[in-house]
């Protein structure tokens, strides 16, 4: 193992203190600033998936009301009105001249202006009646 002399100096990554000891490829000065790094990078990831989630459950809420008043198309300056997110999707794929879009079980395609066919994706492994 190659250890450090006082000439290989580094800073810790958590708290930037120089480390002027122990391994040479030593990235934080203590037990309790690795754990921190950690935790803090863990803790990005997890908010992000968290906001992402909550993105796209208001997507679906707002493509089931408009399903629910049966209407298939509507401009994106309305959708954006109600709160609607265009980059939280659970899927996406080109077609010949729009791209579809899925939020769990609903589809829609996404042209430039509006989005239009929303439908419910059959599911013939769920039935939502039980």
């Known amino acids: 193992m190659g250890y450090k002399s006082l000439e ?12 002027t000891y122990g391994r ?3 990235k934080f000065c203590s037990a309790k600033c690795r754990n921190k790094y950690h935790n803090d990078r863990r803790a990005q990831f997890r908010d992000y ?7 796209l459950d208001n997507n679906h809420k707002i493509l ?6 049966n209407c298939h198309a509507i401009g994106k300056l309305e959708l954006a009105d109600m709160g609607f997110s265009p980059m939280a999707v ?4 080109r077609r ?10 609903i589809r829609y395609n996404d042209h430039p202006g509006k989005i239009t ?7 013939p492994f769920f039935d939502p009646e039980k």
């Open 96 to 105: 010949a001249r729009a791209i579809e879009c899925r939020c769990y079980d």
């Open 90 to 93: 659970t899927s996406s794929c």
């Open 64 to 69: 089931e009301n408009l399903l629910s008043i």
């Open 49 to 55: 998936r968290l906001r992402m989630i909550r993105h």
């Open 117 to 123: 066919d929303i439908s419910y994706i059959p599911m």
């Open 8 to 19: 290989t100096e580094c800073t810790c990554l958590e708290c930037g203190k120089d480390i």
């Open 24 to 26: 040479y490829d030593r």
